[in-house]
């Protein structure tokens, strides 16, 4: 007799990318920033480490708040850290969806979305994308008007498209909470500033960041939501009352007032990602145009699944993936699954690497 | 119309202890330890801090597990850590107690308990403790056998008491998990070795450890539970994928790895602990003998309220708590409060200042 509760007996887990600890390896695999933090980050950090780590944190996190509102030019209680955006999420579900509710989210996209619903024990449906990874919102409306939670990571993983604003304004759930990942939100071309969360609609969004990407810190766990104060006043009953640490509030207070440094990588990931997307095409893929720190590609004719190995055996990570049942609503081949490749942009040097791999592989291919 | 889960509406939320950001006050109201961690700790810290924040942290933390599980004397898969042990509560409701099941725990006690079964929308009951803070097994029986969580800190919070081993064992619910919470468990006078976790009822009973206490870390949030493999296995499913973070678990292997500073800072809080307990009593009066890093008290006479209002007047922080129909079952007074004060023990120092303001406010009541 097992005592977990049903759903997590049932449930699969999610499995995270892999993460070598040994080192040699070229790891273009969980969209990490191939460039260190500020300075001044780890500056923050050392001299919190000689302060007061006997005592609890500020259990709001007010210091970076304040600085978190500063940035987006309003108040503090818009905010909410979180220990890590998949803290965010979690809070998300457990705030807003109760067993008979319907979680939503695009497919393919974040797995996580899904694995969270089952945890909680909710209804949930893939809202399935179209070939172009465009939204086919007539189709899907029955679901989005059901939802009470919708959640939209956009730019969109795996395949680093970006809707623009007016889809998602279209897309919010009548009588539940539109979710707005911006994980990868610094990597777009023009980087919205919050307009969502000042829309007619803005009550009824939640917009969720990260340091793990844009700001070189994965190994911090540190993300925030921001959102109308009425939202963050409830979520903040559901978390942890201590839920960040006195390390990571003073880092990301640091990494937050040093937007300089995080554009300078910004800048050079996006120069690497046109350089990497232009090679693939040269070699016969069909990238997605990316607006985030990843290329999602296919091949018309070798196989995803070996190439992945073939670039393991090289010591090369990149993220094989699979999403069964992936076409969509309005094509008539309802099993087909969708896979590909999700390549990190890494540094110039790690691309060249992975490149030289590749052709290699293609031209043996 | 609110958005959220009607059991988030109806939350009260859990308030933790007032946490003054400014200097000045002496604290003894959130059991901090007074002693900063070991250097080596910092120095982990630090280390860490140059290495690389950019990458995630390893989901299962097998350095800190491969340390802790060397200390227990088990194999690694024994040990979950978490984001603080309050992490380790949250995961173990959401990972056993689905809607109709009960949670239950001792009254009083650590009131997160109740707070994380309302959020998750179980049924959950209060198990009154005697007025010496014994339990009833009796009474209390029929509670304990539908019971599929049974929380039970020990020592107690806010008593300080300690329940024998033989106790434990006995109220493990049939058809549940026991959680010993021990986040006080080192600062028993003959700590004891998980012969808990081996003993009969071992495969029902989970053991949850905080760094919060007895190695200086409030401000790192870390804990972890110590369970049969199978019981971590499913828990592991629950936890968001990286929910301990790169320093943080860098500094618990480099604390847990230090058991001499550890056990060094705990003489100091043990002998300070018996003069405080002495000189409460010497000021008429009536404190629990304690188990742990604090003293709960009552006086006979002077309001309770009354007493942490003019301590916090002079900038001495201590814990006033009131539990409503705190009355055990075996009483017929149903409605009746228990109240007193939670004294941390703080530095001889903190205790000299608290124990001359407190002289002053009983020879002026």
Not at 291 to 301: D, G, K, R, S
Not at 337 to 353: E, P, S
């Amino acid at each position: 007799m097992s005592l977990f509760r049903p759903d997590v007996e049932a449930l699969q887990g999610y499995v995270p990318g892999e993460q070598p600890q040994e080192s040699g390896w070229v790891k273009l695999n969980t969209n990490e920033n191939p460039y260190p933090p500020s300075p001044r980050v780890v500056s923050a950090i050392q001299q919190a480490a000689e302060g007061r780590l006997n005592v609890y944190p500020d259990p709001l996190g007010r210091g970076f708040c304040q600085a978190a509102a500063e940035l987006f030019n309003l108040d503090p209680d818009w905010i909410l850290p979180a220990n890590g955006s998949d803290e965010n999420l979690t809070i998300l579900v457990r705030s807003f969806a109760d067993k008979n509710d319907l979680i939503a989210y695009p497919y393919p996209s974040y797995i996580l979305y899904e694995t969270l619903s089952e945890i909680q024990g909710t209804r949930h449906a893939r809202l399935r994308l179209e070939p172009d990874w465009s939204w086919n919102i007539k189709i899907n409306r029955p679901l989005i008007e059901q939802a009470k939670l919708l959640f939209v990571p956009n730019p969109n993983s795996p395949s680093g498209n970006h809707w623009d604003r007016e889809v998602i304004q279209s897309i919010v759930p009548p009588n539940g909470v539109l979710v707005h990942d911006e994980a990868y939100g610094d990597f777009v071309d023009e980087p919205h500033k919050l307009e969502l969360l000042h829309s007619e609609v803005g009550k009824q969004i939640v917009v969720t960041r990260t340091f793990s990407k844009s700001y070189s810190l994965a190994g911090l766990r540190f993300g925030f939501c921001v959102a109308h104060p009425d939202l963050i006043a409830g979520m903040r009953k559901v978390k942890d009352s201590y839920n960040c640490n006195t390390l990571g509030l003073a880092a990301a207070e640091a990494a937050i007032r040093d937007q300089a440094w995080m554009l300078e990588n910004r800048a050079k990931i996006l120069a690497t990602r046109t350089r990497l997307s232009e090679s693939l095409k040269s070699l016969g893929f069909d990238p997605v145009p990316s607006q985030a720190n990843f290329v999602w590609t296919t091949h018309p004719t070798i196989s995803h699944r070996e190439i992945y190995e073939q670039l393991k055996g090289r010591k090369i990570l990149v993220r094989y993936m699979n999403f069964p049942n992936a076409a969509p609503e309005s094509t008539t081949n309802r099993t087909g699954a969708v896979d590909g490749l999700r390549i990190t942009v890494g540094t110039d040097k790690q691309v060249d690497a992975f490149l030289e791999a590749l052709s290699e592989i293609v031209a043996a291919g």
